[in-house]
């Protein structure tokens, strides 16, 4: 089975900066979109970024500038990294990518068990 291991979450001040890791592991043929996803108090969970296998990535509108997600396929990881984190960013933020768990396989969606990221002062 596949697993999808989450790092880096913590208490950071406004204006500062995090990097978010997230590892597959198990057995699978490939890694399709891979994407974070974050869940504030009180709010639904929303898309943060995605990036393609080819390194394409989009962002929802209110982190466009601020944070960078890439990934690293030999290793089977993808990063978030987060600048000028304001508080409204506090959330927990979700690992997600699209598994291929062997050739010629259906897609199927594996989620990450969440990592706090708390922006305050």
């Known amino acids: 089975q596949v697993q999808l291991v989450e790092s880096g979450g913590g208490l950071v001040q406004p204006g500062g900066s995090l990097r978010l890791s997230c590892a597959a592991s198990?057995?699978?043929?490939?890694?399709?979109?891979m994407g974070w996803y974050r869940q504030a108090p009180g709010k639904e969970r929303e898309l943060v970024a995605t990036?393609?296998?080819?390194?394409?990535?989009n962002y929802v509108d209110s982190v466009e500038g601020r944070f960078t997600i890439s990934r690293d396929n030999a290793k089977n990881t993808v990063y978030l990294q987060m600048n000028s984190l304001k508080p409204e960013d506090t959330a927990v933020y979700y690992c997600?990518?699209?598994?291929?768990?062997?050739?010629?396989?259906?897609?199927?969606?594996?989620w990450g068990q969440g990592t706090q990221v708390t922006v305050s002062s």
């Open positions: 997600n990518a699209k598994i291929v768990r062997w050739r010629f396989a259906a897609e199927s969606s594996v």
């Open positions: 198990g057995r699978f043929s490939s890694i399709n979109a």
């Open positions: 990036i393609t296998s080819g390194g394409e990535s």
